[in-house]
C-alpha cells in the first residue's frame, strides 16, 4: 500500500462512494497477503448498497451469497466482525457458498465487516489455495476495510456539504436579485419595498413562474436588455 494509494483513497473531494469502494477491493487484492482477488460492499439498511470486486467472478459471488441468504459475509454483518474459511472444500457452513466460491476460482477467503456511518462495508478476501488467508496476518486488509468505511462516510459528508453550499449560493443570487427588482419598482412605482415585493409575487402567481424569474425579468428589462423569452427588438428602417 504506497502513499499514492493511500492519498488517492483519501482524496473524498475528487471521489465518490463507488469509487472509494472500488478502490478499497483493488488495494486489497493487491496488499492482503495470499490475497488473489477482493470484494468490497456497503450495507445500508440491511441492503446491499454499492457493491465493487477485483475480478468479475467475486461479484457474482457475492449476488450468490446473498440469494442463499447465509454465508460469511452475512455472518460478519450479524456481528462476527471477522469470519474465515481457511479450506472451501471442507467448508459445511454454508454449502451455497463454498460451491459458489470454488466456481469462481477461490479455495479460501476471509470476509471483514466495519461499521460505515449509518451502514457497514464488507471486505471479502479471495484466496486461490488452502490456508492462503491467516486472519492473524491481515492487518492490511483490516485497516483497508476500516478506511474505506471512514471515507464512505466522509464522502457523503462531503456531498451533503457541498449541496448544502450550493443551495446556500443560489438562495443568495436569488435574494439579491429580488432586491434589486424592488428597488426598480420602488422608484417606478414611489412605493415602498413590502409594496414592491408583492407586486412581484402577484405576477409570479398571476403567470405561474417563480418570483425569481419575474424580478429577473425586471432587473434585465430596466438595464435595456429584452426580458426573458420576449422578441428582441427589430431595429428600425431609416
Keep these: ?11 473524498v473531494a475528487a471521489s465518490s462512494r463507488a469509487r472509494s469502494l472500488h478502490q478499497v477491493a483493488a488495494m486489497a487484492a493487491r496488499v492482503a497477503p495470499g490475497c488473489a482477488a477482493a470484494s468490497a460492499v456497503w450495507w445500508l439498511a440491511g441492503e446491499p448498497v454499492l457493491t465493487a470486486s477485483s475480478h468479475p467472478d467475486l461479484a457474482w459471488l457475492i449476488q450468490a451469497e446473498i440469494t442463499a441468504g447465509r454465508g460469511p459475509m452475512l455472518e460478519a454483518l450479524a456481528g462476527a466482525g471477522t469470519v474465515s474459511c481457511p479450506d472451501l472444500l471442507a467448508e459445511d457452513r454454508w454449502p451455497e457458498y463454498a460451491d459458489a466460491a470454488l466456481a469462481a ?10 461499521p460505515a456511518e449509518d451502514g457497514q462495508v464488507c471486505l471479502t478476501l479471495a484466496g486461490a489455495r488452502p490456508g492462503a488467508l491467516d486472519p492473524d496476518q ?15 462516510g466522509a464522502v457523503d459528508r462531503y456531498d451533503d456539504a ?48 417563480r418570483a425569481t424569474e419575474v424580478a ?6 430596466t438595464a435595456g436588455r ?6 428582441r427588438p427589430r431595429p428600425g428602417r431609416r
Design 216 to 221: 429577473r425579468d425586471i432587473v434585465i428589462a
Design 226 to 231: 429584452p426580458a426573458a423569452g420576449g422578441a
Design 162 to 209: 457541498r449541496r448544502t453550499v450550493s443551495q446556500l449560493r443560489d438562495a443568495a443570487a436569488a435574494r439579491s436579485v429580488v432586491d434589486q427588482a424592488k428597488g426598480v419598482l420602488m422608484r417606478a412605482l414611489g412605493c415602498g419595498p413590502d409594496e414592491a415585493l408583492r407586486r412581484i409575487r402577484q405576477v409570479s402567481q398571476d403567470q405561474n413562474l
Design 105 to 114: 476460482g477461490a479455495r479460501c477467503t476471509l470476509t471483514l465487516s466495519r
Design 1 to 11: 500500500m504506497t502513499q499514492l494509494d493511500l492519498a488517492d483513497l483519501l482524496d
Design 138 to 152: 491481515c492487518e492490511r486488509a483490516e485497516t483497508l476495510a476500516a478506511l474505506g468505511a471512514a471515507v464512505l
